[in-house]
């Protein structure tokens, strides 16, 4: 993505009257390049980017200068990109001892029954006399 479509977004904001902080922001979490958008600040700042038109101009005539305030340079707080946010998961709780016992128990029961179920009759037969 072009340094120059940065800056067509950055205008369009600041002519809806987001401030250039907030419009930055925007342009990050939509998933422009941090940097990008800061050489976009920094040259629209300096007149660089002046000759680009605002999307919905019907004579695509520049912003004048004069509606911009002075743009920041310089320490302009880093907003993370979402794939540096913080996305850990909470920690899981360890399931329960009694859980886990309970659970093979049950499996041993089934299964039992199971063999019981399919074995019975044999068994049954085997123990007659």
């Known amino acids: 993505m072009s340094i120059e479509e940065v800056a067509v977004g950055l ?23 941090p940097k990008d958008v800061q050489e976009a600040v920094r040259q629209t700042n300096q007149g660089v980017i002046g000759n680009i038109g605002v999307v919905g101009e019907t004579n695509n005539s520049p912003i004048p200068p004069q509606e911009f305030k002075k743009l920041p340079t310089e320490n302009v707080q880093q ?11 909470k920690p899981k709780k360890p399931i329960p001892k009694w859980l886990i016992f309970s659970l093979i128990g049950v499996g041993i029961l089934i299964l039992i029954l199971t063999l019981l ?13």
Do not use: C
């Not at 902080?21 to 925007?26: F, G, L, N, R, V």
């Not at 907003?79 to 850990?88: E, F, G, L, R």
């Open 79 to 89: 907003i993370p990109a979402p794939s540096d946010w913080n996305t850990q998961q």
């Open 11 to 33: 205008k369009n904001a600041l002519v809806r009257g987001q401030t250039i902080e907030k419009a930055m922001q925007s342009l990050i979490l939509a998933g422009y390049d």
């Open 117 to 129: 179920g399919i074995f019975g009759q044999m068994i049954l037969n085997a123990l007659k006399p």
